[in-house]
């Protein structure tokens, strides 16, 4: 079965896409699936190439607004891929329009859209989404074969939408080799005091990841004497700019001393960041399945998140600490996590490790996807996670 991989991009700048994508990819190939990805061309891709191992991977020059990523050699080289099944992940840019061009005919289309129709998502930017939608992404999604949510959330959030395919609920997965062996002190180690516990943050800096609702939570614990000796890491990318926002809030709190800025972290200096790290923290407006979560169990850490990280299972497994959007929530689950005793958070980091060796191993994950794709290709044996509405 030959398989094109679509995405606006193939490297970090991707976010958890990267790792989502190329993982998913890397293991189908083990599963007898032969996926090409497609992809546009930015700063990282040539340093995040090597990554993708033996996957082929064809990338493309970028026209115009980034925002955008009109990739012009796009659908002509989808033409000359000949897949049995193509596979979009993400919306809103070229590579949905290029995808639905292509898959007229016999091609089926698999459309991921990996958290982009949840309510807050579509309330960012809302008009663009809004004219994109009317251009082409209805089409897009009406003619799909099949949605692939990563949760019951999205599926709900998809139905919503008005979406009528049958949607596959698969979540991400997590290649857990990464939290194996020892790994070196990161490299900003120097700058937290020794014998401080650390809170880790990694993603992209973006006002949906809420970031300004923690600085507040933080400077309002200040005389908490428990939480006084956690220190916050922030390991990310800047996006739009909020990067500027986050700083000067914590400066305005005068956080500037229990809150550092290591900036993006990929690689042996990502998994060295996690084994660094006490406990991890998410505290989104919106999420698809975030990777970062999943891999921070892989590490064993005590996770705080919000129902809006979407993984449920990490609340009913007892690997996470709920937390709220909002300043007073978040504060909540850090005084919560604070008074934890250090037994207590190894026990929830280990329930973390088990919920992801049980449900998000990439190797039941890409053997559940090429039942999908053997069910679109055929319309027979239709899987038990496909939701289809009754006619």
Not at 41 to 60: K, T
Not at 283 to 303: K, T
Request: charge should be positive; proline fraction near 6%; glycine fraction near 10%.
């Amino acid at each position: 079965m030959k398989l094109s991989l679509v995405s606006s991009s193939m490297s970090r700048e991707a976010g958890g896409l990267f790792s989502a994508i190329r993982q998913l990819a890397q293991h189908l190939r083990m599963a007898n699936v032969m996926p090409e990805v497609f992809a546009g061309r930015d700063s990282f891709s040539d340093e995040d190439l090597p990554a993708w191992g033996d996957v082929p991977v064809c990338i493309h020059r970028v026209v115009g607004p980034a925002a955008f990523g009109y990739q012009p050699a796009l659908l002509r080289s989808l033409r000359l891929s000949a897949p049995d099944i193509l596979h979009l992940h993400g919306l809103w840019m070229y590579p949905s329009l290029a995808a639905l061009s292509r898959s007229t005919g016999r091609l089926p289309r698999v459309v991921s859209p990996h958290g982009m129709l949840d309510p807050w998502a579509l309330r960012n930017s809302g008009w663009k989404k809004r004219l994109a939608s009317k251009l082409y992404e209805e089409n897009n999604l009406r003619g799909a074969a099949c949605v692939h949510a990563l949760c019951q959330a999205e599926l709900r959030a998809i139905r919503e939408y008005g979406v009528t395919a049958p949607i596959a609920v698969v979540p991400n997965g997590v290649d857990l080799s990464i939290a194996e062996g020892q790994h070196p002190a990161p490299k900003w180690r120097g700058a937290v005091p020794q014998g401080a516990r650390i809170l880790l943050f990694l993603g992209r800096i973006h006002p949906k990841k809420g970031l300004l609702q923690l600085l507040d939570a933080i400077g309002g614990l200040s005389r908490n004497r428990e939480f006084a000796h956690w220190h916050l890491v922030v390991a990310g990318w800047d996006q739009g700019g909020h990067l500027a926002q986050v700083k000067a809030r914590a400066e305005m709190l005068n956080l500037g001393n229990r809150v550092h800025f290591v900036g993006p972290q990929f690689g042996s200096d990502k998994a060295a960041t996690f084994a660094a790290s006490d406990a991890f923290i998410l505290p989104s407006h919106s999420e698809g399945l975030p990777m970062a979560i999943l891999e921070a169990w892989a590490f064993c850490l005590p996770v705080l998140m919000t129902a809006e990280c979407n993984i449920d299972e990490g609340f009913a497994a007892d690997a996470a600490l709920r937390v709220g959007m909002d300043p007073t929530s978040i504060a909540c689950g850090l005084e919560a996590l604070a008074n934890l005793t250090p037994a207590e958070r190894k026990r929830i980091g280990q329930n973390g490790r088990g919920l992801v060796e049980r449900q998000f191993s990439w190797g039941k994950i890409a053997g559940d996807m090429r039942s999908l794709y053997e069910w679109v290709l055929s319309g027979h044996n239709s899987p038990s996670f496909v939701d289809r509405l009754a006619k």
